[in-house]
T-cell receptor, first 114, second 113 residues
C-alpha cells in the first residue's frame, strides 16, 4: 500500500455534531482527494487539494469543508453531521506531475451518523 | 453525475473462465483507468489506457478503448477466486478541473471455485 493512513477508521456520531476525518500521507504527493462511497453510486469526489492551502470543490461538497496546512495532511470536516453523510470516506493521493493521474487510496473511514 | 457507467453491475463466473466488464462514458477524456476494490478495502489501480491507445495488456488483464463509442472494456483471463472484487472504471476528463477522476458505480465480480 502507498503510505496513506486515515483516522479514525470507524466512527459513530450523532446528528448535529462536528466530525473531522484525517488523511495522512508519507509520499509527498501534491494532490489529495476526499471521496465518499455509497451503494449504487461508486465513488463521488467531495473536495480535493492541489497544494498546501489550495483546495477546490468536487461533485458533492455541500456540508463538507477541508483544510490542508501541510503537504502530508488533508482534513475533512463535517461541521454538523447529518444522517445523509453516513458513508465510507476514502482519501486518495496522486503525484499529478503528468497527465496520467493514477490515484492511490487509503483504507477508508466508515462513518455512521445516528 | 457519473462520467463512467459499468456493465454489468454484477457478474458471477467459474474459476478459469474469462470475465469481461464494460464501461461507457460521456465526454472526451485524457485517459481511462480501471481500479479494483476488495471488500472493505480501498481501491487499487490496475491499468491505465491513454486516449490515443486502443488496447493495453498487463498480466491477465486486457483493456480496450474505443473513443468513437466512448467505451472501454476490461477482460480478466483465466479468472481465480482471488479476483473476486468490485471493479471500477475512472475517467480523467480532457477539460475542466485538472487531475480529477470520475468513477463509475462498479461491477461486482464473483469468481466461484
Amino acid at each position: 500500500d502507498a503510505g496513506i493512513t486515515q483516522s479514525p477508521r470507524h466512527k459513530v456520531t450523532e446528528t448535529g455534531t462536528p466530525v473531522t476525518l484525517r488523511c495522512h500521507q508519507t509520499e509527498n504527493h501534491r494532490y489529495m482527494y476526499w471521496y465518499r462511497q455509497d451503494p449504487g453510486h461508486g465513488l463521488r469526489l467531495i473536495h480535493y487539494s492541489y497544494g498546501v492551502k489550495d483546495t477546490d470543490k468536487g461533485e458533492v461538497s455541500d456540508g463538507y469543508s477541508v483544510s490542508r496546512s501541510k503537504t502530508e495532511d488533508f482534513l475533512l470536516t463535517l461541521e454538523s453531521a447529518t444522517s445523509s453523510q453516513t458513508s465510507v470516506y476514502f482519501c486518495a493521493i496522486s503525484q499529478g506531475w503528468d497527465s496520467y493521474n493514477e490515484q492511490f487510496f487509503g483504507p477508508g473511514t466508515r462513518l455512521t451518523v445516528l | 453525475s457519473q462520467q463512467g457507467e459499468e456493465d454489468p453491475q454484477a457478474l458471477s463466473i467459474q474459476e478459469g473462465e474469462n470475465a469481461t466488464m464494460n464501461c461507457s462514458y460521456k465526454t472526451s477524456i485524457n485517459n481511462l483507468q480501471w481500479y479494483r476494490q476488495n471488500s472493505g478495502r480501498g481501491l487499487v489501480h490496475l491499468i491505465l489506457i491513454r486516449s490515443n491507445e486502443r488496447e493495453k495488456h498487463s498480466g491477465r488483464l486486457r483493456v480496450t478503448l474505443d473513443t468513437s463509442k466512448k467505451s472501454s472494456s476490461l477482460l480478466i483471463t483465466a479468472s481465480r477466486a482471488a479476483d473476486t472484487a468490485s471493479y471500477f472504471c475512472a475517467t480523467d476528463a480532457a477539460q475542466g478541473s485538472a487531475r480529477q477522476l470520475t468513477f463509475g458505480s462498479g461491477t461486482q465480480l464473483t469468481v466461484l471455485p
